[in-house]
Every structure is written in C-alpha cells, then in structure tokens.
C-alpha cells in the first residue's frame, strides 16, 4: 500500500522524525514466530503449502515476498517493543496484523505481529503481563483467539459491530460500536475503560494497534471519528501510558479513506503526539 511509503517521507519532510529515527526491520528467527502460531502453520505458509481454500481467506495470492514481508513486519514489531522498553514508545509503520490466527491467515493478515510481539517480550522476561488495546476499526478476531486461554495477556477491542468480521471471537473485553458512533461517544467510552483496564489488569507493557479505518471517510469503516476525535483518541491512549509509565509499542492498522491524504495525515498524528508526549 502506498501509505507505508509516504507515511515516513511525511514525517521527514515536516521534521517530526529525522532519519536516526528510523530502524530497518530483518526477517526474525522462526522460534520467535512459532511462540504465536502453529508450526506446522507457519511452515506451511513458508514452503507455500497453504491448502488453496484457507490460503483464499487472506485475500491475495501467497508468494515468497509477501510471507517474507509478513516476518519483517513481525520483526519490526519485536524491534519495536525493545526501543518501548528504551524510549517508552515505539512504532511499527506497518503492522497490525490482527486476523491472523494461530494456525490460519484471514484478511490479507498472516502473522500476528503484535501477538508475536507479546510472546517475544514474554520469553525474554522483558515483560510479564500484557494488555492490547486494539482500537482499530475491525475486532482483532486472530489475537483474541492466541490469547484465548492465557490470562497474562489481556485481550481489549473495541469496533464497529457491523464491521468484519462477522463472526467475531471473545476476546477479554469487546466493545462493539453501532454504525455511525462519533467522536462524543468513542471518546467517552474509551475514557471509561481504559483507566479500569489498566488498574484491573495491572499490565507492564501495552501494544496499541491504532487503526484510522474508524474514520467518518474510511471506506470500510462503519463508524465516524473526525481526524481530529481520532487524534484525541491517540493522544488519551499515548498519555494513559505515559502517566502509569507503562512502555508502549503502536502498530498502525487499517486506513482506507478514499483521499490517501486522510489516510496519511491520521497516521502521522500518531507520531507526531508520540513525539509531542513522550520527548
Ligand atoms: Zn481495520
């Protein structure tokens, strides 16, 4: 998608980052993937051998790059949480990779990043318990069903109910929105919620999976953030963390309002509060 290359040229060009910012993600070990998914899964989606009706579901031909592309997305992801750890907050400029499943893909999503995220952070003692806070529009289906049995990490989506997929799974908490929830609304929910969330569950560390689908022009999206209720919506998530000082890792989701503009400016805001906030 075009956005991953003119996110980071906007946010060089307006200074929000310089270059030093910036870090190159790698293909990571596959123990590191295996902690989350199925191995015989993901072997199977490396050597190709997906059966033809499930490799139907993720939506796109598989080949060699795209899986490629999918472990370096993760790897940014587990990069990520180690610069969290370091600065506070860290951003994959990709990721968000919510409806992979632990032995399936669905919904152009193969690997979980940020599933496999928590578990890199487990293994390395780097954290203990986990929240993710999943705000983009879609129900993170495939991260509910990793997390399904284990209590350490806790499982928080809130979408819109008319939104794929339609068969949602339980995650921890779900909050389904009815189609046009607006700023008022999806604010004062979030408020409520996540300071409970915090103080319940008691997480060391936070991944945020900051979708912009939520906005009123999004394509696909059935609810109806302004660009400015979705910064608010970023700039309440960024604070709560900061103030409980809990590292954070963003991962940035769906965004298909039809003007790439939107798209690109709701994404960059995300950077530049995280900026704003946390230097
Ligand atoms: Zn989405």
């Given at each position: 998608m075009i956005k991953y290359e003119l996110l980071p040229k906007q946010l060089l060009h307006e200074g929000?980052?310089?270059?030093?910012n910036f870090f190159a993600p790698e293909i990571p070990n596959d123990k590191h993937i295996v902690a989350a998914h199925d191995p015989e899964y993901f072997y199977d989606l490396l050597n190709l051998k997906i059966p033809h009706k499930e490799a139907r579901k993720i939506g796109f031909p598989l080949s060699e790059n795209l899986v490629e592309r999918e472990r370096i997305i993760a790897d940014g992801t587990m990069k990520a949480c180690e610069f969290a750890l370091e600065f506070g907050v860290a951003m994959?400029?990709?990721?968000?990779?919510?409806?992979?499943?632990s032995n399936r893909g669905e919904a152009f999503c193969m690997l979980n990043d940020q599933a496999i995220g928590a578990r890199y952070l487990q293994s390395k003692k780097l954290a203990n318990r986990i929240l993710i806070v999943d705000l983009d529009v879609h129900q993170g289906n495939g991260t509910a069903e990793i997390f399904q049995?284990?209590?350490s990490v806790f499982t928080f989506s809130m979408h819109?109910?008319?939104?794929?997929?339609?068969?949602k799974e339980t995650s921890n908490l779900d909050i389904p929105l009815q189609k046009g929830t607006g700023d008022k609304e999806y604010l004062s929910i979030l408020k409520e919620t996540l300071p409970v969330l915090i103080q319940k569950h008691r997480p060391d560390f936070i991944f945020y999976l900051?979708?912009?689908?939520?906005?009123?022009?999004?394509?696909?999206?059935t609810l109806s953030l302004t660009l400015s209720g979705c910064k608010e919506r970023d700039e309440y998530v960024l604070m709560t963390c900061k103030y409980h000082g809990i590292p954070l890792q963003c991962s940035m989701g769906g965004g298909y309002s039809k003007d790439i503009k939107t798209i690109v400016e709701a994404h960059a805001n995300t950077f530049r509060l995280a900026v704003d906030i946390f230097s």
């Open positions: 929000t980052c310089i270059d030093e994959n400029i990709a990721g968000g990779t919510h409806h992979a499943y049995k284990d209590d819109g109910a008319g939104n794929y997929p339609f068969k900051c979708g912009v689908d939520v906005l009123d022009t999004d394509k696909l999206g």
